[in-house]
């Protein structure tokens, strides 16, 4: 998943963005790189056993503006996998 934005201010710019996943606590990233996230819901062995991902997961992103003001997490994304195994 990756993202973008702007600065609505007049002359303002965007020079940096933070993200959560549901896992995180606090917000990570604050640079102009830090616009993508990616997440390995790759089966995992547990007891001898393979587990599937199962649940739903939260991505928010917020902007930070040259005034050092950051948007609202408005920018969420969500997305749900039900284990069929």
Known sequence: MSWDGFDLDEGGYV???EFR???DLIFRGG???D???SRDFAPKMSGGKLVYFSGSEILQVRSIDDAGAKTQPDS???WSSTSTR
């Open 76 to 78: 969420v994304r969500s």
């Open 21 to 23: 996943s549901s896992a």
């Open 31 to 33: 640079s102009l790189a």
């Open 35 to 37: 616009t993508s996230y």
């Open 15 to 17: 020079v940096g963005y």
